[in-house]
């Protein structure tokens, strides 16, 4: 975000991701200052499976990243638990 000019402080812009992809990204993001969200699809399966589906496929490289993302939360739980 610095390397475009955007500081921390500047509310102009907020980063959005779908809840449980790239959860390192996102808390990279937040601890450097930035504002981040999680959105999450609510409603009844049948009306929130088509966005999942599609989400899920437009995100398929993250199947790769899967190793790395288990690593990280391997690291993030034992830092909470042991400090």
Same mark, same amino acid.
């Not at 812009?13 to 937040?30: K, P, R, S, W």
């Not at 609510?42 to 199947?63: A, C, D, K, Q």
């Given at each position: ?10 509310? %102009? ?64 739980? %034992? ?5």
């Amino acid at each position: 975000m610095r390397s475009y000019g955007i500081p921390s402080e500047d509310r %102009k812009v907020i980063l959005a991701q779908v809840y449980g992809m790239c959860d390192h990204i996102t808390y990279t993001l937040g601890q450097k200052g930035y504002p981040v969200y999680k959105s999450v699809a609510v409603g009844t399966i049948s009306e929130s499976l088509p966005y999942l589906s599609r989400r899920s496929h437009e995100n398929s490289s993250l199947i790769a990243n899967s190793r790395q993302e288990r690593q990280l939360l391997n690291s993030e739980l %034992k830092y909470r638990i042991m400090g």
